[in-house]
């Protein structure tokens, strides 16, 4: 059974951090590339960053560029999300990403929360 298990959501400050991982089963984990996207309430999901399967090489949407950092430990089976400098705008639902060619997997997603 595929799965994508996202947890280390919550609450935080503005201008805190905090960590996300997802764990992966079920799939040959090294084989895709792994992203994180984020549906804010009212609004479309988005594409927050990626990291692919070969040479680790990453990309990363302009809002969060600098502050948050994608990576993965295909040994552990999982992808991580760094998040710094947290703003109410980041308040969302996050969600985990498996991609390979015409495949794609996702998780049930993590509340990620930004208020004073």
């Known amino acids: 059974q595929v799965q994508l298990v996202e947890s280390g959501g919550g609450l935080v400050q503005p201008g805190g951090s905090l960590r996300l991982s997802c764990a992966a089963s079920?799939?040959?984990?090294?084989?895709?590339?792994m992203s994180w996207y984020r549906q804010p309430p009212g609004k479309e999901r988005e594409l927050v960053a990626q990291i692919f399967s070969t040479y680790g090489f990453t990309n990363y949407a302009d809002s969060v560029k600098g502050r948050f950092t994608i990576s993965r430990d295909n040994a552990k089976n999982t992808v991580y999300l760094e998040m710094n400098a947290l703003k109410p705008e980041d308040t969302a639902v996050y969600y985990c990403?498996?991609?390979?060619?015409?495949?794609?997997?996702w998780g049930q997603g993590t509340q990620v929360t930004v208020s004073s």
């Open positions: 079920g799939f040959t984990f090294s084989d895709y590339a």
């Open positions: 990403k498996a991609r390979k060619l015409l495949t794609s997997f």
